[in-house]
Every structure is written in C-alpha cells, then in structure tokens.
C-alpha cells in the first residue's frame, strides 16, 4: 500500500496502491500506522508524503466503498478523520511532494500538511466534495479556509472546483511549483532548510497556531462522521457515484 525512504533525518512515504492511489481501509490504515511509528522514532524530524507520477491520489475509493454498508462507513469515516487529525497535529514536519491529479480525498490529505510542492503539467486538485454530492465536513472547511482565505474557499467549495497547479498556486493552495523530476529533491531541500530551525520551538509554534482548528476536529469527530454518513447514502450521492462508477468501467 505504500513504500517508504529515509534519507538522514527524512522519512518518504509514497503511496503506492493501484494507478490511483484511491484511497480504502488499507491504505489509509497503511498510512497512519507508519505516521504513528515515526513518531516514535526520534531520528526522523520530517515526513514527505508523495504519491506515483501524475497521481498523488484521486480520492475515496468509490468502486469499493460504494456497496458498503453503514457500519463500514461508519468505521471508514472515522479511520479517516482520525488520519487527518493525526496529520494536521503530528508533532513532526510533514510535508505533501504532490506528484500529479489530487482531486478531493487527495486534496484533503495535503491540506492538512506543513507545506505543499506540486508538480507542473495537466493536473487537477480541489475539493470536488459538492460535485459528487458530499456535504463538506466543518473541520476540513477550517482548514481549506486557512489557507485559500473565506471568500476563495467559499467559491471552490460551492462549485466543486477542480483548478491546475498554475491556479493552486496563485491561490495558496499549493506553496511551489517545479517540474516532476525535480519534485523530491526539492521537497528534501526545503525540508532541510525548515530543519535547520530549533525544532522543538517549531514544533510548539506550529501546534500552537492550529489549536483552535486541532480542537474542533477532535470534538467533531461523530458529527463530522453523522453529515458524512447521511451524504454518502443520499439518493443525489449515490446516483452521482454510480455514474462515476459506470465511467470508469468503460474506460
């Protein structure tokens, strides 16, 4: 599901499941069972996350996600939001080497990283959540609202905007831009530059600026999971993803 690289005091971790990292149990599993390993592991101060060139990941799993019950859902859902939470607290440098399309669950993963370098070509990311029929959850709104500003990610989020990296980075939600074989090497590069600061003070700092939001995921966790199951089961969702589904069966 991912493989994994330690340069010095980095640690890689490169999604790696199917031609579009899309995200299942296992692979998010895969993810936060390694986070909270390295976490762990003193001689890693950061975490770059990238994915296979030209697919950082493409989002929920929605062929295999489709025809799982509530309970399942349930589960998925909390696994997730629990990723997210660990990601946005983790008490590391984690950046995102966001390595081609990103399109909503990829999108969510970066946004809750320190940092986001993303390759130049013809790639999509956002949150398309409202496009296929999803209620944004209030916690991953803060968070893409901290970075794009209110009004910016109002917009994207109402029409399900899906922009190029050119545009991702006018707009602050990606940081840099470079060419895809020069991704890595650069994402290592800043990440040095970041790790030559006292860490332990950047760290504090970092927790400290996001407490406000760290808090209102921990405490919306159910209600966050509530919205989402009643938006997965909707006729309008369901509908949406069938025809998705369909799609890509064609192909």
Not at 54 to 60: D, I, R, T, V, W
Not at 170 to 186: A, F, M, N
Request: aromatic share 8%; net charge positive; charged share 25%.
């Amino acid at each position: 599901m991912i493989k994994t690289f330690q340069e010095n005091q980095i640690k890689i971790i490169q999604l790696n499941r199917k031609k579009a990292n899309a995200l299942n149990h296992d692979l998010i599993k895969s993810i936060l069972n390694e986070l909270k390993k390295i976490e762990r592991d003193d001689s890693i101060r950061g975490i770059i996350l990238t994915g296979r060139e030209g697919m950082f990941s493409a989002g929920l799993d929605i062929v295999e996600l489709y025809d799982k019950d509530k309970d399942y859902m349930r589960d998925f859902w909390n696994l997730f939001s629990n990723l997210l939470l660990k990601i946005y607290s983790y008490p590391k440098l984690i950046f995102s080497a966001i390595s081609g399309h990103s399109p909503a669950g990829g999108t969510v993963i970066s946004i809750m990283t320190d940092y986001r370098i993303m390759t130049t070509g013809k790639y999509l990311i956002g949150l398309n959540e409202v496009a296929v029929g999803l209620t944004m959850p209030v916690s991953i709104g803060k968070v893409f609202q901290s970075l794009l500003g209110i009004r910016n990610a109002e917009k994207m989020t109402l029409t399900g905007e899906l922009v190029n990296p050119r545009r991702a980075h006018q707009i602050g939600l990606v940081d840099e831009l470079v060419s895809s074989k020069h991704l890595i090497d650069r994402a290592k590069k800043e990440m040095k530059f970041w790790l030559q600061l006292p860490f332990e003070k950047q760290i504090n700092s970092k927790l400290s600026l996001r407490q406000e939001i760290i808090t209102l995921m921990q405490k919306n966790i159910i209600a966050n999971n509530d919205n989402f199951i009643d938006s997965w089961f909707s006729k309008e969702c369901r509908d949406t993803m069938k025809m998705i589904i369909n799609k890509i069966s064609k192909k």
